[in-house]
């Protein structure tokens, strides 16, 4: 039975939480402390104990993904943000092939570099992304400069040059790496990539097993978007299932969270989780965003390649978020965050993909031009409505 609710109660409830965290908020600006009302039951030493970071210590690691721009040192605001607000990083571009290996002979290590740094600096839990993909990757990897394909063991040995130089270089300063990135479509199959053209699925396997070499105690995942597909979830948990038996070293699997307004259902994510979960892999929620924009012909997936065409009608709030579809954010947020509270035990990480609106990568895709508005911080680095729903969940629980 549905209770009933004082409404000025409720209101005053809300205020009171928004005046708490919005001081919170300003702490981020001012280098001021959090409540320590707001950060009862984190843990010391185990990264941040400010922000969101701080309201979910205890239940799993909350983290961001660090923009290029960023890494070229040139937002020290979005910085000092992530420094106070999340415990764990991924940076978003900076360790893709192309960004730091883009010719054979070439590595490109600055933004990786200061990455890596602020980490350490901040005793975050630090994931590098991504070691094999097939996207973002230097053609000339697989095909010579007459155009030809290259041969199976010359490109495993790019492969494997490529995972111990990186693995090498930051053993011991990442605690997790996304090994290998998207390799089953969604119909539930090998994703027919340039890697299992030319080596077949077990480049899969192989490597986690070059990963694991190049570092024994990293936590090494399999991360892949639209998971909460039964056809794909189910194919490959089966294939890694499967490489296990053989020996193969894996951890976890990474659900990228790129979600929608109105799907897909939360039942959808939590059957997944649970299959994740029972198959003995801890479950991170890698990529976190919601769009509140109109879907481009109505495609869901992340597949960086692909592009709509422009329209206003697929662009409807170039200026400012209205107030309704705030609301509906929010509350987008907020039962997201009680399904992982729910699977706090095998869920071991949330991770958004971006810190502000502003450097989201969902301005641009899949349609050029949109301006969108699908994280926790407005474009000038203030928390949104959202921030303040989900931080409502644990800041509620921690005054009681």
Request: net charge negative; proline share 4%.
């Amino acid at each position: 039975m549905k209770q009933s609710v004082n409404p000025a109660m409720n209101r005053q409830r809300r205020q009171f939480l928004r005046r708490t965290l919005s001081a919170a908020a300003l702490g981020l600006v001012t280098g001021g402390a959090v409540p320590a009302r707001l950060l009862a039951g984190t843990t010391p030493g185990a990264g941040q104990a400010n922000g969101l970071a701080g309201l979910f210590a205890t239940d799993f690691k909350l983290g961001t993904a660090l923009s290029n721009t960023t890494l070229l040192a040139e937002n020290p605001v979005t910085e000092a943000l992530v420094a106070r607000e999340f415990s764990a990083i991924t940076a978003e571009n900076a360790m893709k092939w192309e960004e730091i290996h883009p010719q054979a002979e070439s590595w490109d290590w600055q933004r990786a570099d200061h990455f890596v740094d602020f980490g350490q600096r901040h005793r975050m839990y630090t994931i590098g992304h991504t070691l094999v993909w097939h996207s973002q990757m230097p053609e000339s990897v697989f095909v010579d400069h007459h155009g030809r394909l290259r041969p199976a063991a010359e490109v495993q040995k790019t492969m494997e040059s490529h995972i111990a130089t990186l693995t090498d270089r930051y053993r011991g300063k990442i605690q997790a790496w996304d090994v290998v990135n998207e390799a089953v479509a969604d119909s539930g199959e090998w994703r027919k990539s340039h890697w299992y053209n030319t080596l077949g699925e077990d480049y899969f396997s192989r490597a986690f097993h070059l990963a694991r070499e190049g570092d024994a105690n990293a936590e090494l995942l399999y991360n892949d978007y639209s998971m909460h597909l039964p056809a794909k979830r189910d194919f490959a948990l089966e294939q890694i299932t499967s490489f296990r038996r053989k020996g193969m070293p894996v951890n976890g699997v990474g659900m990228q969270a790129h979600v929608h307004l109105g799907d897909p259902a939360l039942a959808e994510l939590e059957a997944s989780i649970e299959a994740i979960a029972a198959a003995g892999l801890d479950v991170h929620i890698t990529e976190l965003d919601v769009d509140v924009l109109p879907k481009a012909y109505d495609y869901m997936g992340a597949e960086i390649s692909t592009k709509f065409e422009y329209s206003d009608e697929l662009n409807p709030f170039p200026e400012a978020l209205p107030q309704k579809v705030a609301d509906e954010l929010a509350a987008r947020y907020e039962s997201l965050f009680k399904l992982f509270l729910k699977h706090r035990d095998k869920i071991r990480r949330v991770s958004f993909w971006g810190t502000t609106d502003g450097e989201s990568w969902k301005n641009d895709w899949p349609v050029v031009g949109r301006t969108n508005y699908p994280l926790m911080f407005d474009r000038e680095g203030r928390p949104k409505q959202a921030y303040y729903s989900v931080a409502g969940l644990k800041a509620a629980t921690q005054r009681g």
